[in-house]
């Protein structure tokens, strides 16, 4: 994909091999739907970078509910700069990932874990999560995983707006600021919506 090349640089042979790991053994194994492979690069891949213009340099970040590694993995590839633990409670996508972190050969810098959040008790300076839960539950189990002056990156839908509402009394105990951004996924004529707490 053209675009992808711009985008990923260097690194696009990575994310090529990673786009065709998700499209044969993401589908065998039931991680990613067969109707998905047509869109693996848009509306995953380069969908999950959209964060990648909020994350300083050098950073410490953590993926929660990483599944199939996203937008965990497309960072990692991206960015060399990061190092990047994808945290997953699911054994399937936990060996997923440990293979695709190996092939990749991420394993330098990507860890993957198999947990939940609320048991995982390590810190960062950056917590990633993609369609993992509502933000007033994810709130509550992403807020221990954070730095003193680390953020939450919740890739949303339309629903983002709203569900910030809902934290509001939570944001305000924790002396917490959030807000929703439209982001644009680079690439693509797509923008996508992140709420942003720190
Ligand atoms: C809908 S999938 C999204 C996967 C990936 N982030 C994506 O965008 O494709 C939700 C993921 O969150 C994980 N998950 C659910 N509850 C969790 C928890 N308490 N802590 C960490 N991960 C959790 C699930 O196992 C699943 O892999």
Known sequence: MEIAQDVFGDSYKTAERYVDILASRGVD???????????????????????GSLIAEGSIVVDVGSGA???????????????VTLLEPLLRRFNFLTEAV????????????????????????????????????????????????????ALKGESAEAELLDVQKTLR????SGEVLTVPAPGTAE????VRIR
């Open 29 to 51: 194994w039931g991680l990613i739907g067969p109707r998905e492979v047509d869109r693996l690069w848009p509306r995953h891949v380069l969908n999950s970078l959209a964060v």
């Open 69 to 83: 590694g996203l937008p965990g993995l497309p960072l990692a590839i991206q960015r060399p700069d990061l190092n």
């Open 102 to 153: 190996a092939e990749l050969d991420l394993a330098d810098r990507v860890t993957v874990v198999r947990g939940r959040a609320e048991e995982h008790h390590d810190r960062y300076d950056v917590v990633t999560a993609r369609a993992v839960a509502a933000l007033p539950k994810l709130l509550g189990w992403c807020l221990p995983l954070m730095r003193a002056n680390g953020q939450l990156l």
């Open 173 to 176: 105990k924790g002396r917490l």
């Open 191 to 194: 923008s996508t919506w992140v």
